[in-house]
Nanobody, 116 residues
Framework: QVQLVESGGGLVQPGGSLRLSCAAS????????MNWYRQAPGKQRELVAG???????NYADSVKDRFTISRDNYKLTVYLQMNSLKPEDTAVYYC??????????WGQGTQVTVSS
């Protein structure tokens, strides 16, 4: 069982930056694909960024060149560096650890609000 705890959310002005962290429990963290999703009010949850166990990354078109996902397997932590934030980035951000249908774990989420 993998438990995930997100942190780093908050209120930021447009153009600002935030760094989200997701701390995981479990010694097999390194083999999971780690993802960040977000869900804005009235919208479906969407994949923002993902990083495989081998370090390959993928991003939603809306965040490319602004967000960077990374992982530290020694610290059992995945990060999402968010730069040039826009009001439309406002959402609850969720950390996800995925290894298959029966190994799909979620954190509780952290609120990110981009507003002046």
């Amino acid at each position: 069982q993998v438990q995930l705890v997100e942190s780093g959310g908050g209120l930021v002005q447009p153009g600002g930056s935030l760094r989200l962290s997701c701390a995981a429990s479990g010694s097999i963290f390194s083999i999971y694909t780690m993802n960040w999703y977000r869900q804005a009010p009235g919208k479906q949850r969407e994949l923002v960024a993902g990083i495989t166990s081998g370090g390959s990354t993928n991003y939603a078109d809306s965040v490319k060149d602004r967000f960077t996902i990374s992982r530290d397997n020694y610290k059992l932590t995945v990060y999402l560096q968010m730069n040039s934030l826009k009001p439309e980035d406002t959402a609850v951000y969720y950390c996800n650890a995925f290894l298959g249908v029966y190994h799909d774990h979620w954190g509780q989420g952290t609120q990110v609000t981009v507003s002046s």
